[in-house]
């Protein structure tokens, strides 16, 4: 490279071979602009223009400040989106699979993809834990004290603030805090239900959302997805119109186990139709922090009904183990206090005041940034390898946010009998069994790709792959 | 007192005298045996004897390690024990006016009689903190990922070991954390009972059982108690006799808010008649480590049928502010494992670490021992004070442990107007209402004693007896 002159096409040559050859892998960051100008002897317009062609290609994709990422290869084999035409509300029996699962991954050893929880590499603990001994002294050690209902006047302050860009902000007064996220749902269900309802939830869902109707004798009416784009309306209003349905819970930013995100558009589309119907809308965003595409707003930013339970955490990106989650429950507010205050009085004010100082801080922004991208190629390096190793029928979705991949194993394969299989061998992950009442999903796994990318993750999915080739 | 040789009666009358003449109070120390033997140049058996005399007429008591301290007088009016037969199941209505007292002590300038909380004098905050930070720091941050459904392994540990002297241990493998005690009481109530089942309680009881039973749609069989011996197991036996009890919630010692303690005898007893019915008890043992008289053991201690679903908690002994309880279920472990995991996944693991590491250390039987002598001193201060400002009438329950008192008013005073109009000064009390949803106590109030005994808690006592008053 000495010296001669690249043209622009000729730079974008170079690097797609770097990339056909695997030089370059899903997830790489390619070299700055800057140093590839200096290396080639170009101007920087050159790389520019070679890197715009990449993208266009959508061989690589660019981030603000984080300059350009290796994308995956469009021979990735996608999930298929197999028209099944749920409808059916159901009974739930979703089994205690789910606690049996977290001890185990709590084992020594055991390579988690189970559990949905960031890595502590990923959390900023060494100024968390600052924020938790300051909260410790905070006023006369009132932290020590009954803390209120509604939850810590400086968190409930701070997350206030987060939704000042919104269509229709939050006032603090309308929020109330939780110990996290799944406590948020089960307050907002216990606010808005009865027993024998009918409640429509995505197909598939978060198993947690499974077990609470479980628990109170709800019924589930599942709506099938999209893994890219989630919720189709068209098939929800069809739902609707064949069913009594008391109360929908949805994850429109972010679906777990499926990292499905639907448009802006569909998310207003999904407040008008919930909202003329009078069907309280509970929205579980507790990824919906982490889409990895700018300008993504939870359902709630739009309702202007006053018909939207918004339940979220800090436990997908500050620490899961602080239990600090939230709910703003509209015009459901006082029961939704009297609920909390009869289930446990309140939640515990040191880890909420620590939570108030680090966003005070004006930290968490940034923190999330940085988290958005590490995820995302964290995704693009497990998908390779997934589509690298394991056997040939399987398929993938994409995920637009949130920290999992669901991925389609063939026909043939019992994802339940995969998981105790390879549990033996100190992997954990996630069954499709319990990510729906149907058994569309029984031949499907979720991966957690949060552990940090490297050699021993690459040998436990080369482990998954070998027992799935033994099987088939 | 120069040089002068005393008998022990002389010695006897010479105190007795200092506490007619009220030099010294209920609630105040005696000085030392060496100390009164130096000062009157008698032996030291002189003023055994002596306060041996006083201590048989009930003037005043000892504590081991502590001394000796002034009783209340004789003449102090106790509550009269009525026979009030309530027996029949109703449905629970208690409103949401305990909420709204939360948010009324939690203002500035609030003296605060009606939060069942100790005060942050009592609590060991700065060996807390320290532990807090540890946990923090423990094995990689542990403490940030998810934790154990059932707790954290440590707080197991060190509760468990509390038991050991127990003529029934509970193992580790037996115990769930919850968030505090309420929660505890919840989750047993969810794996136990059916809307519409019929729960009995004591009369008075915990306006939080009261509306966890609203809650659930469950009826309350109100047995009415007597306030130094509790339950009355006749009473009981003839109730279960004429009713279809689904499950009891009692607390056998400490009840709340009378301070009544069920003899041990008793709560043998009292398992005994459970456990052949097969009615399974929830016991909510939040204040039994406040007893003030030692050889206490909850009704679980007794538990030879594993038909008492145990519930208790770190509010009342280290720091409400932390919510941190727990639950032994015996038979039903399995069932609220799954309920637990159901409703927030797990409960926060760096306050349950620090709690483990404080009981580690050694510390929390002194502290319990200290904390006891404590409550008992402020409770007598705080009769002796109501004795002497309130109208005549008003009628006191001596507690036998916990940190609040429950007096009976006038039959003319309602305790709701009384708590509005005294809210007005600044002052937070709790109106008998809530302790039942009969009306018997509606002119009982409850007052917490746990606020530090100065001029500025009699004036509030004053200020309250002013109002009592011109009422009547």
Excluded at 125 to 152: C, F, M, W
Excluded at 412 to 431: H, M, R, S, W, Y
Aim: aromatic residues 8%; proline residues 5%.
């Amino acid at each position: 490279m000495e010296g001669k002159l690249f043209r622009y096409e000729q730079v974008a040559a170079k690097v797609e071979e770097s990339i056909s050859l695997q030089k370059l892998q899903p997830g790489d960051k390619l070299p700055s602009v800057r140093q590839v100008s200096q290396e080639l002897n170009v101007s920087l317009n050159t790389v520019f223009q070679a890197y715009s062609i990449l993208e266009a290609k959508g061989l690589i994709f660019s981030k603000p400040k984080s300059g350009y990422i290796v994308n995956l290869p469009k021979s990735t084999p996608q999930q298929a989106k197999a028209k099944q035409e749920i409808f059916l509300p159901v009974s739930v029996e979703v089994t205690g699979m789910a606690t049996a699962m977290m001890k185990n991954a709590k084992e020594n050893g055991i390579i988690n993809f189970s559990i949905l929880a960031p890595v502590n590499e990923m959390l900023p603990i060494s100024k968390l834990n600052k924020y938790v001994s300051a909260a410790l002294n905070e006023t006369r050690n009132e932290n020590y004290q009954y803390p209120l209902v509604d939850g810590h006047p400086g968190l409930l302050k701070q997350i206030s603030r987060r939704t000042f860009d919104w269509q229709k902000s939050i006032d603090q007064a309308n929020i109330l805090i939780t110990n996290g996220c799944m406590e948020a749902i089960n307050i907002c269900l216990d606010a808005i239900t009865k027993s024998g309802d009918v409640i429509a939830v995505e197909s598939p869902t978060y198993h947690g959302i499974l077990q609470s109707l479980e628990q109170r004798g709800l019924k589930a009416l599942e709506i099938e997805i999209d893994p890219q784009t989630g919720l189709n309306l068209d098939d929800l209003q069809m739902a609707l119109d064949k069913n009594t349905v008391a109360a929908c819970i949805f994850m429109p930013s972010c679906n777990n186990p499926s990292g499905a995100c639907m448009p802006e558009a569909n998310k207003m589309r999904l407040v008008e139709l919930l909202g003329k119907r009078n069907i309280p809308l509970i929205e579980d965003d507790a990824l919906g922090e982490l889409c990895y595409q700018p300008g993504n707003y939870p359902a709630k930013a739009y309702d202007k009904y006053n018909n939207v339970l918004y339940c979220s955490s800090f436990s997908k990106t500050l620490a899961p183990g602080f239990r600090i989650g939230w709910l703003s429950a509209g015009k459901y507010h006082k029961e939704v206090e009297k609920i909390k205050f009869g289930s446990n009085i309140s939640t515990n004010g040191v880890l909420q005041a620590a939570i108030a100082k680090y966003l005070e801080s004006g930290q968490y922004e940034k923190h999330l940034r940085k988290m958005r991208l590490a995820l995302q190629v964290q995704m693009l390096k497990y998908i390779q390898a997934i589509t690298k190793h394991f056997p040939n029928g399987v398929k993938i979705s994409v995920p637009q946010g949130g920290i999992s991949i669901w991925v389609e194993l063939l026909h043939t394969t019992d994802a339940f009998a995969l998981q105790k299989e390879v549990l033996n061998k100190g992997i954990g992950l996630c069954p499709g069994h319990i990510f729906s009442t149907t058994t569309y999903f029984h031949h499907f796994i979720r991966i957690n790709f949060c552990p940090a990318w490297n050699f021993k993750i690459e040998n436990a999915l080369k482990a998954v792959a070998k027992v799935l080739k033994q099987k088939n």
